[in-house]
């Protein structure tokens, strides 16, 4: 949203039409109707509560009031219209008593206050769906699309770290698929308690899981320290192996994703309920 001067919107000024433009004209050269309506565009191109709280204030002043905080002496003769959208203390509107003003104001804010508290719910649901779109919905990491974004980003000296439960079809047969989300769910939370804010867990796919570590990273650490934490949890008779990567100069998040999975089927191979390295001749037990 770009802030223009009131000339720029007079007929024949060059404004890209792919350009949102708000035009600041004072309540001397707005009717009301006018100040409404571009109130109004302003809640349609609202991203946050922040742009939302700008179009309020900006729509008292156009209709030739001013906003003053609860605690403001003048709150005393204010409108009882909270015109706060973003955080902070309650904003009223005041306008010089039986003005051309405050009629104007009790006459158009109440509409535009259920209006800007619609689009304040619909951000809300913007930004729910946009966090859903990003999370696995059974373990509440991040899916593999935003696995993928992480693995692009990745530098030298980050870490790949491969996990794949062991055996798992046994307790999807056992159990059955109701007590295998059990696992997968558990499991999830025990990555989300135990990687650090910096780095990124993700499910993968099935019962396997990945963490990108952000440099300085100890992946054997951490494979250690969830293993011991995970058998202290579960009360499943289920282990996991894992395989990491560290990445080298130039190399790519999939190049060290390919060598931490290799490592993963060392471990399978040798075993199970271990760590490798992709660095490591042997097997971590």
């Known amino acids: 949203m770009r802030r223009v001067d009131a000339g720029l919107c007079s007929p024949g000024s060059h404004v890209s039409e792919r350009e949102h433009v708000v035009c600041d004209i004072g309540p001397s050269h707005a009717d009301p109707d006018r100040a409404l309506l571009q109130a109004e565009r302003d809640l349609l191109w609202a991203d946050n509560e922040d742009d939302i709280q700008v179009a309020a204030e900006r729509l008292v002043r156009r209709l ?49 206050v259920e ?7 619909l951000i809300g649901q913007r930004g729910r769906l946009k966090e859903d779109a990003a999370a696995d919905p059974l373990t509440g990491l991040a ?24 055996f798992f079809k046994t307790i999807n047969d056992a159990q059955g698929h109701s007590g295998g989300d059990q696992v997968l769910a558990a499991f999830g939370r025990l990555l989300t308690d135990q990687v650090r804010a910096a780095d990124l867990a993700a499910r993968y796919g099935g019962e396997e899981f990945v963490v990108v570590q952000r440099s300085p990273a100890e992946p054997s650490a951490l494979c250690h320290r969830l293993r011991r934490e995970w058998a202290r949890r579960t009360s499943v008779p289920v282990t996991f192996s894992a395989g990491w990567a560290v990445v080298g100069v130039g190399e790519s998040g999939a190049a060290a994703l390919a060598r931490a999975d290799q490592a993963l089927y060392t471990a399978k191979a040798t075993g199970r309920d271990r760590a490798v390295g992709a660095e490591e001749e042997a097997p971590q037990p």
């Not at 030739?64 to 955080?87: C, E, K, N, Q, Y």
């Not at 209006?115 to 719910?121: N, P």
């Not at 899916?143 to 990745?154: E, S, T």
């Open 115 to 121: 209006d800007a508290r619609r689009a304040v719910t």
């Open 143 to 166: 899916n593999r699309r935003i696995l993928n974004r992480a693995l692009a980003r990745v530098r030298a000296e980050d870490s790949v770290v491969v996990l794949d439960l062991d």
């Open 64 to 112: 030739g009031g001013r906003l003053v905080t609860a605690t403001d002496p003048a709150a005393h003769h204010a409108l009882p219209i909270d015109l706060r959208f973003a955080a902070g203390p309650p904003l009223l509107p005041v306008a010089p008593p039986a003005s051309a003003a405050l009629a104007r104001l009790e006459h158009d804010l109440p509409l535009f």
